[in-house]
C-alpha cells in the first residue's frame, strides 16, 4: 500500500473514509461524503479541547495524549487538538502536511467556502452553516517542520476576552521532530 494512503488503525476504523483516507472526526464534513481537510468545524474543535476528544476519532481521550505542531505552537499554544497516539501516528503519515510532503501551506480557497461548502449535511447540527474560520491560516507560506508532543493532560488557552486560542501541553513525557518540509 502507498505510504500516502497508509492502512487505518483499528481505533479509526469506525470514521468514514474519502480517497482511502480517514475524515478526521474534527474537520468539516461535506454533503456530497468528502470533507474540508484544511477547515475544522468549530463546535467539535471546541469539545476536542474542552471535553478531552480526539480530534481524529471523536473517542475520549486517556492519557497520554499526542499534540502535532510546529514551531511556534511549541514556542506557545497548539492550535490543534489533541490526539490519541494511534491516531497521531495515522494521522503523520495520512496528512501531507504533518507528512512534510508539502513545500507550502495551499493558497486557494477552502473547499467548504465553495459549491460542495454550501450545506450542512447532518440534521440539527451545531454549526450554523458554514463560517470560514481565518485560525492559523497560513495560505501561501513555506511549510514548517512538524513536532509531536507526549503529555500526560494539558491547560486550556485563552484570549483575556475568554475566546479558546487552543491549549498547552502540561507534564510532557516526550517530544520528537515528525518531518522536516519537503
Known sequence: MSERVP??????????????????????????????FRSVHHSRWVRCWTQGICQSCGEALGSPVVMLGGPNQLAGYFDEPPLHPWCASYATRACPMVAGRMPRY?????????VRGRSCPEPGCDCAGWVPHTRGSAGGEPA???????????????T???????????????RYLVSTPA
Do not use: F, K, Y
Not at 9 to 35: E, K, Q, S
Not at 106 to 114: K, L, N, Y
Not at 144 to 158: D, G, K, Q
Open 160 to 174: 483575556p476576552e475568554r475566546r479558546l486560542l487552543g491549549g498547552v501541553p502540561a507534564d510532557e513525557v516526550r
Open 144 to 158: 514548517h517542520e512538524w513536532w509531536a508532543v507526549w503529555c500526560r493532560s494539558w491547560s486550556i488557552a485563552v
Open 7 to 36: 492502512p487505518i488503525p483499528m481505533g479509526l476504523a469506525h470514521r468514514p473514509t474519502t480517497g482511502g483516507l480517514v475524515i478526521p472526526w474534527v474537520n468539516v464534513a461535506l454533503a456530497d461524503g468528502g470533507a474540508d
Open 106 to 114: 495551499a493558497d486557494r480557497q477552502h473547499v467548504s467556502e465553495g
